[in-house]
């Protein structure tokens, strides 16, 4: 950062201890299915959307691994696609919904009065309504698709994220060293981004590891009704549904992308338990 | 005392409350020349750090502050907007709070800090704040300010954090330093070395400090004048000297006695508290705040305003009963400073 000619003995940066098996078997989860996601084009077998009459139905072998659907797809490799679509929009929604809410959140409750009354009230109200509902009646105003459902999660997404800083920043507020920042005459925006934001940021980031595995879920869902991702692109979501009629005689359809959704699932919460158990051991010391 | 005090407080008032029901600074009026140290010292709840946040018109939430005069360095505090008073709290007073603990961002290691104060009260580069907080830690006495540089709080010690937070206060020059009951949180022995650092850096800058406190022994060994406080009230004001050979308020003289000192060690006397309870504020109590509690009261306090008299040279008090008739107690010394663990436990916020 700086040139200064002053010779500074580094020490180590705080690292999070990676000793707990959660966050272990969590990163190794998740990092193996986002790698396959991302190297999708240069692993998958064959091309996701190439129909092969001749080879539908196919069970699990050996030149393909996860099956053909009915009109003979290679379902590895619509799996590994559908993966590359899901964990990106459910990356962004995700983040895209923290980090308005966390600004709305610390700004309301940093000035209070009635731009935190209305937050308060907008938040409380979108929270109050059942969370699928809601996205659904903006998926009806925006129409069917991806675009649709990201920009209706990110909607009712960001009220919990603002409730939480919201609160936190309430107790963080009156701590010393915010008026500290005060008496040495920091501006709003450098007291709530600089010296709020970094305080309070950690148990946002914690649910968000929660808020994934929902939002992939909802994703999913909304695919499986025919909402989200649009034939012929896959998705999890929208494999599961083609699978469904022939589940009889072809479970392989629907079942395995189902397990690679619950592992994906799994993975996350799985590190937001490691993060959690590390940031109360990192306390406890 | 120069002939224009860097700062002059006027009828300051600061109440809480409906309609202002609660009010805890009264018509405190307060003067501190160029270079000249002032202590406030009082119970809890007397008023002393509302007053010395109205140099920088920090008042509490639903707190609601008047005066009819504040003036720093010939300028009215009292008519800056938002962006002069953010100039004035940045580069005209440093604030040294009570409590070192919380008193720095947790997540930001601490040469961050101070080089942060640096570049956005002072407008240095980077690398020239980094330097200039280098040489800030190496002066309010850290070992190895390199390596403490990269420090995150929680790895300090009270009396360190309090070091930095004085680092801090000091980064950008202020001409005067509100300390805030800076010792309050530290032992006996950090606290003496806290109080040199100050007054080092008050010879060496020729800044003014206006010091909070409610150990008359810290007062005694670093200020100039003291003002005493009791009930948001300025009962006695002087020379440090002055008011501790020749108290002229019941509530000073109290104050002092109730101090043990070492010649008093073995003689086994009884050292006499101050019967009752400090007011509350809520209620209105007519005429002299320390009526209940005074030994010497008389009809005529109840019925009294509290105004300060002269009394001495620079010295006035607010007890027209008792004014002049105090002659000095005993072989006029100063309290050495002190620091009970019944003084500390009292202060808890």
Same mark, same amino acid.
């Given at each position: 950062m700086t040139s200064a000619p002053v010779k500074v003995n580094q020490r180590k940066r705080p690292r999070l201890k990676v000793d707990n098996w959660e966050l272990t078997i969590g990163l190794t989860i998740v990092g193996a299915i986002c790698l396959a996601a991302v190297l999708a084009p240069l692993?998958?077998?064959?091309?996701?959307?190439q129909v092969n009459i001749l080879q539908a139905?196919?069970?699990?072998?050996?030149?393909h691994w996860f099956g053909t659907d009915f009109v003979g797809r290679d379902l590895l490799s619509r799996t590994l696609y559908g993966l590359r679509v899901d964990i990106f929009v459910v990356a962004l929604i995700t983040y895209a919904g923290l980090c308005v809410g966390v600004v709305v959140g610390t700004v309301a409750g940093y000035f209070g009065g009635w731009f935190d009354a209305i937050v308060g009230r907008v938040s409380d109200t979108v929270i109050s309504f059942p969370f699928i509902v809601l996205v659904l009646a903006v998926v009806a105003i925006v129409g069917p698709g991806l675009k649709g459902v990201a920009i209706g999660i990110v909607i009712v997404g960001w009220a919990l994220y603002a409730r939480l800083a919201r609160s936190e920043m309430l107790t963080m507020r009156e701590q010393p060293f915010m008026l500290a920042t005060k008496a040495l005459g920091y501006s709003n925006a450098r007291a709530i981004f600089r010296h709020a934001l970094p305080n309070l940021i950690r148990s946002s980031l914690v649910y968000s590891t929660v808020d994934v595995v929902v939002n992939m879920l909802v994703l999913a869902g909304l695919s499986y009704l025919g909402l989200g991702q649009q034939a012929p692109g896959a998705d999890l979501g929208s494999i599961i549904a083609g699978g469904q009629s022939y589940l009889?005689?072809?479970?392989?359809i629907s079942t395995i992308p189902g397990v690679v959704l619950v592992l994906f699932g799994l993975g996350v919460s799985m590190i937001g338990d490691g993060v959690t158990k590390g940031e109360l051991s990192m306390v406890s010391l | 005392m120069s002939a224009t005090p860097l700062l002059r407080i006027e009828k300051l008032r600061v109440s809480f409350g409906k309609d202002d029901s609660? +009010?805890?600074?009264?018509d405190v009026s307060l003067e501190i020349g160029a270079g000249e140290t002032l202590g406030l010292v009082g119970e809890s709840g007397s008023g002393k750090s509302l007053s010395c946040r109205s140099v920088i018109r920090? =008042?509490?939430?639903g707190g609601q502050m008047s005066a009819s005069e504040i003036n720093f360095d010939g300028k009215?505090? %009292?008519?800056?907007n938002k962006r002069q008073l953010r100039e004035h709290r940045a580069h005209n007073v440093g604030m040294i709070f009570q409590?070192?603990?919380?008193? %720095?961002?947790? =997540?930001?290691?601490v040469g961050e800090q101070i080089s942060e104060t640096l570049r956005v009260?002072?407008? *240095?580069t980077s690398a020239r704040a980094r330097e200039q907080a280098l040489k800030l830690l190496a002066d309010v006495d850290i070992d190895q300010p390199e390596r403490r540089y990269l420090?995150?709080?929680?790895?300090?010690?009270g009396g360190m954090r309090q070091r930095v937070m004085i680092a801090i206060a000091v980064a950008s020059k202020p001409k005067l330093l509100v300390a805030d009951?800076? =010792? =309050?949180? *530290?032992?006996v022995t950090t606290q003496a070395q806290i109080l040199g650092l100050l007054q080092r850096l008050r010879e060496e800058t020729g800044m003014s400090v206006l010091l909070v406190s409610h150990d008359f022994g810290v007062i005694a060994q670093v200020c100039d004048r003291v003002a005493v406080m009791y009930g948001g009230y300025v009962v006695e004001v002087g020379a440090v000297a002055d008011v501790c050979a020749r108290p002229q308020h019941p509530y000073t003289r109290a104050l002092l006695s109730s101090i043990p000192s070492l010649e008093s060690a073995g003689n086994r006397v009884r050292r006499v508290g101050i019967p009752g309870q400090p007011p509350n504020l809520g209620e209105i109590i007519a005429g002299c705040p320390f009526v209940r509690r005074c030994?010497?009261?008389?009809?005529s306090c109840s019925t009294m305003d509290v105004t300060l008299e002269t009394v001495g040279p620079g010295h006035q008090s607010a007890c027209p009963v008792m004014a002049n008739r105090? +002659?000095?107690?005993?072989?006029s010394k100063l309290p050495a400073p002190s620091s009970s663990a019944d003084e500390a436990s009292e202060e808890t916020p």
């Open positions: 692993i998958a077998p064959y091309n996701p959307n139905l196919q069970g699990p072998s050996l030149s009889l005689n072809a479970w392989w | 609660v +009010v805890a600074v009264s920090m =008042t509490p939430p009215d505090v %009292l008519s800056f409590d070192p603990f919380s008193c %720095l961002d947790p =997540t930001k290691r009260n002072a407008g *240095l420090g995150f709080p929680h790895e300090m010690s009951e800076p =010792t =309050t949180a *530290l032992d030994s010497f009261v008389q009809e105090f +002659v000095a107690v005993g072989p």
